[in-house]
């Protein structure tokens, strides 16, 4: 070993060292939002953080099935009054009395403040009246004995007329006490925890207390269900961790199988190794350092740098020549290695500058990982190597790969024809090639998803897709423009513009609102002569409505309700959705029901002075989002197309070389894309990475198809090398296509596939000749 | 196999079954409802009196009622104004053209509904097992004129209504009177209606 290796040797120990020290205090995120833009609109910001942190991402959907509906409706009752125990969660409901009873006494006993039907008109002598008359009617229907029981405390009706604000909002079906699916299966509860959806180390504590409380409630044989954005962010990450943890182990044990097998020499493979790891860890450390913290994502990708930085190793090891030192082989191939490692480079900076966060970790982490395992192998494997070694391998299977890359021209023109009736295909592809969902970039599984939106629509929980949103100074502010808005939004469901709406002013309402109602009741004298008056010719009996002048005396001088006042009710929950506090100020949202013109409603919606008030569509937010991303890709990996075809022109000097290279390449990138088209769904921005790594990957075997190997011996090696290359990316990225997380799933398949097809295409495509064509 | 024991049994289980079928009908609780189970559609006028205590005079209505066997059971007002009451299956429709309005219910959702309803239906099914499911069952009088008295199990259910009376004759009901617990009352006379 001389002095310069020595040294290289030491230094990159001592890199090694402190990346592994970066690794040890790096903080991995799975959330969502690493998938967001940087710079997002503010109502990309208001997506992003009811994604994060809102009420909604701290929902915990919870089912019990496999049992007798009573055996699951006493389940469901004793989880109820376990998990209610434990700070941990805000509150759980599962449609028992023990919420609701809450709810009724504060809706009763604030009725006049509650009411938006409450004005001075509201109790001249007429229109209690014509109350009373109304009164009458429904005494005389089925709903009479329930009625029976209000008139003589609100003969005006104002719980009434409070109940058939909600009445439009879903409601979950009920059995033996508690909520049901429809079909009577299924036991439901819904939690909501006091951690937000993004603290995944709190979801992951409340999930256990979940479940341990379903063990305790003995539901015998019965099936625990979990879902919801916390749940989600549990499992991936454990998915994560786990594919990401047991493919790297796969991968690692059969690509190690396939050197040892080739080589023949344990320190051979522990040196072919030695890329990888070094790569893996500086790419991990390069991103902590750079982002602060590192995507589950990235690190799920960590596998698939296996596939690609083993290739330098074998390049080197079996292109070595019987007899000849390892460094002279090293020397002969450094110029194609070098020009492949700068190609792979080109091709993932595009994704180094996205505005993405997530983008951006996968290719700086790739670009280190892809120059660390380079360097590894251009400097320090050499010392390291015994001096003369050879791969018998190699010679037994050489000519047989020879005899094949030789006929492989052959195939030239049935090969242009299959790839002219690919791009034919894909022209006239109907329906959508990319996806345009944002949806397909989550890491949660299909299955997952479907179960989610069950139970969501038996809890009544649905995906709300329309919004008003309100932004002021202050909560009275926002208050006031719900309710100005909200007015504006009766009018148009009136008109059938929508069905209905929810507003923090129904359970929450104005200052001014509260006081306006207050001074609304008449005095005590009045309101008695005004009823006397209405009562007149109706077959009531004037002294049962004492109840009514004690109630509306004391609504009169009750305090005001404040947030302190819904505690113990469930629109305490209701409410912190709906009106949240920001650093800016506060923000009201309105969610819409069944809206039918969207464009009607938008057009009609003007916030009052002191307030803004837009009318968001999350589902149009969020495509578009993902449009903006897709985009965003798209453009980034043809910028890297680009700058590979330039620096190829700069190095090759010769258009009919770049052509070369070039052509099996976006031959395999096509017919990929085909293949995946053919497979039945929509490609999403994970394929696109991974047609960026096949070109990153293949591009070194077509150049060193390209390369003027200096002999037939070498020539031969070299293809030798490419196969071994090959098949170690197969296998690294091949197993990927196994996990049920999709990225890793999507990238693994576009990556198998395509290299393989790079390889085929190259010895296709590639010279006729084994021999040097030019001087 | 059958051992010798049991074959016994089964011997006097079959000459009971024999027995009981070979006997003449000795009217009861289980009688009345075959008898009533029998009857496919029936159609009837009523008028019903609310007796309660807030109001000085009782409240009156009229209209017909309709059951189709096995579920359906239509109640429909026509005065003092109309409107519809159609229970079929689990679900009860709420209808009134004045108002233009229309509720659909699941039973299931409303339990306190669900008992009320099916005191009703399930006579008219002469399903005792679901009726015994929600009331305490009483018989009284003779298989001309009958008197069912159902008293709710249901502590929500014993909130609102204290006794329900069905009184009839053979396979007919002519009178449904509900006590609630309030003190109030309601009394609906069924005249069958002739075609």
């Known amino acids: 070993m001389t002095a310069a290796q020595r040294w290289c040797s030491a230094a990159w120990l001592v890199f090694v060292v402190a990346s592994i020290a970066v690794v040890a205090r790096t903080t991995f995120t799975t959330d969502i939002s690493a998938f967001l833009p940087r710079s997002p609109t503010p109502e990309q910001r208001i997506l992003v953080e009811q994604l994060r942190e809102g009420v909604v991402s701290r929902l915990v959907l919870i089912g019990i099935e496999g049992g007798s509906p009573e055996a699951l409706a006493r389940a469901s009752k004793q989880m109820a009054a376990e998990l209610r125990k434990h700070e941990t969660f805000v509150s759980v409901d599962n449609g028992d009395d023990a919420g609701s009873a809450g709810d009724r006494e504060f809706l009763w006993r604030n009725r006049y403040l509650l009411s938006s039907a409450v004005t001075p008109e509201r109790f001249s002598a007429p229109a209690l009246r014509e109350r009373l008359e109304e009164n009458l009617r429904l005494l005389g229907s089925p709903a009479g004995t329930l009625v029976r029981r209000i008139v003589p405390s609100d003969p005006s009706g104002e719980l009434l007329q409070i109940l058939e604000r909600f009445e439009g909002q879903a409601r979950p079906a009920t059995r033996d006490g508690v909520w049901f699916s429809r079909d009577n299966r299924r036991a439901l509860l819904l939690a909501q925890t006091r951690a937000a959806g993004y603290d995944i180390d709190a979801q992951e504590r409340s999930l256990a207390l979940v479940r341990s409380a379903f063990a305790q409630a003995g539901a015998g044989d019965a099936k625990l269900l979990l879902s919801g954005p916390g749940v989600f962010s549990v499992n991936t990450r454990a998915s994560i961790r786990h594919d990401a943890m047991r493919f790297s182990l796969i991968a690692t044990a059969l690509i190690a199988g396939l050197l040892l097998a080739i080589y023949r020499s344990p320190r051979l493979l522990g040196l072919g190794l030695l890329p990888i790891a070094s790569g893996a860890v500086a790419g991990i450390a390069a991103v902590s350092l ?29 292109q070595a020549a019987p007899g000849v030192a390892p460094q002279r082989a090293l020397d002969r191939i450094w110029p194609t290695l070098r020009l492949g490692v700068l190609t792979s480079i080109c091709g993932f900076s595009a994704m180094l500058f996205s505005g993405f966060s997530g983008l951006a970790q996968l290719g700086l982490f790739s670009i280190t990982g892809l120059v660390v395992a380079v360097a590894v192998t251009r400097w320090v494997l050499p010392a390291w190597l015994p001096p003369r070694f050879t791969a018998p391998v190699v010679a037994s299977i050489g000519p047989w790969v020879s005899a094949v890359v030789r006929r492989a021209p052959v195939l030239r023109y049935p090969l242009l024809l299959g790839v002219a009736l690919v791009a034919v295909m894909l022209a006239a592809h109907k329906g959508p090639l990319w996806s345009g969902d944002l949806a397909s970039l989550s890491p949660v599984s299909r299955a997952d998803q479907m179960l989610d939106q069950q139970m969501r629509g038996d809890i009544g929980a649905p995906d709300v897709r329309f919004l008003v949103v309100i932004h002021a100074q202050e909560e009275e502010t926002a208050l006031q423009a719900s309710e100005a808005i909200g007015e504006t939004l009766r009018r148009a469901s009136l008109a059938g513009l929508l069905d209905g709406y929810d507003s923090p002013a129904d359970y929450f309402p104005s200052r001014q609102s509260q006081l306006a109602r207050q001074k609304a009741l008449p005095a005590a004298a009045e309101l008695r002569a005004n009823l006397g008056r209405a009562l007149q010719g109706l077959p009531f009996r004037p002294q049962v409505f004492e109840p009514f002048f004690k109630d509306a005396a004391a609504a009169k001088r009750m305090p005001l309700i404040d947030r302190g006042s819904l505690q113990r009710t469930r629109f305490a929950l209701r409410l912190d959705t709906l009106l949240v506090r920001r650093e800016s100020g506060w923000v009201a949202m309105l969610p819409l029901r069944d809206v039918k013109d969207a464009a009607g409603v938008a057009r009609d919606i003007s916030a009052p002075t002191g307030a803004r008030a837009v009318l968001l569509d999350l589902k149009h937010e969020s495509d578009q989002l993902y449009r903006t991303y897709q985009a965003e890709a798209l453009t980034y990996s043809l910028l890297g197309a680009a700058a590979i075809v330039l620096l190829l022109f700069a190095t090759l000097r010769s258009p009919r070389r770049v052509f070369e290279v070039l052509a099996p390449l976006a031959a395999a990138v096509l017919v990929t894309t085909g293949a995946l088209a053919l497979s039945g769904y929509p490609l999403s921005i994970f394929h696109l990475v991974g047609l960026l790594l096949v070109v990153a990957v293949g591009s070194n075997y077509s150049l060193f198809f390209d390369r003027q190997a200096p002999s037939s011996g070498d020539r031969e090696r070299t293809m030798v090398s490419l196969l071994f290359a090959n098949a170690t990316s197969v296998i690294g990225f091949g197993l990927l296509a196994f996990s049920k997380v999709p990225v890793l799933h999507d990238i693994g398949m576009t990556v198998a596939t395509g290299t393989i097809l790079t390889l085929a295409f190259s010895a296709i495509l590639g010279r006729r000749d084994g021999l040097p064509a030019r001087a | 196999m059958i051992s010798g024991g049991s074959r016994t049994l089964l011997l006097l289980l079959l000459f009971a079954t024999a027995a009981v079928a070979g006997e003449p009908a000795g009217w009861d609780i289980t009688r009345l409802m075959q008898d009533l189970a029998q009857v496919k559609v029936a159609k009837g006028r009523f008028v019903e009196r609310k007796y309660l205590g807030i109001l000085t005079a009782p409240l009156e209505s009229a209209g017909t009622l309709t059951y189709v066997a096995p579920s359906r059971l239509e109640k429909h007002t026509l005065t003092p104004r109309d409107e519809s009451l159609v229970l079929e299956g689990d679900r009860l429709t709420i209808e009134s053209p004045q108002t233009k309005r229309r509720r659909t219910l699941v039973l299931q959702d409303y339990p306190v509904i669900w008992m009320f309803v099916e005191s009703i239906r399930s006579t008219l099914a002469g399903d005792l097992t679901l009726l015994q499911r929600f009331y305490e069952i009483t018989l009284e009088g003779e298989e001309r004129k009958w008197r069912l008295v159902l008293k709710p199990i249901d502590p929500k259910m014993q909130e609102l209504i204290s006794e329900i009376r069905i009184g009839g004759s053979r396979s007919r009901i002519d009178s449904i009177e509900f006590f609630e617990s309030g003190g109030d009352r309601s009394v609906m006379t069924i005249t069958r209606d002739v075609p």
């Open chain 1, 290 to 318: 750079g982002f602060g913290a590192v995507h589950g994502i990235t690190l799920g990708f960590g596998v698939t740098l296996i596939g690609e930085c083993v290739d330098y190793a074998i390049y080197l090891f079996t």
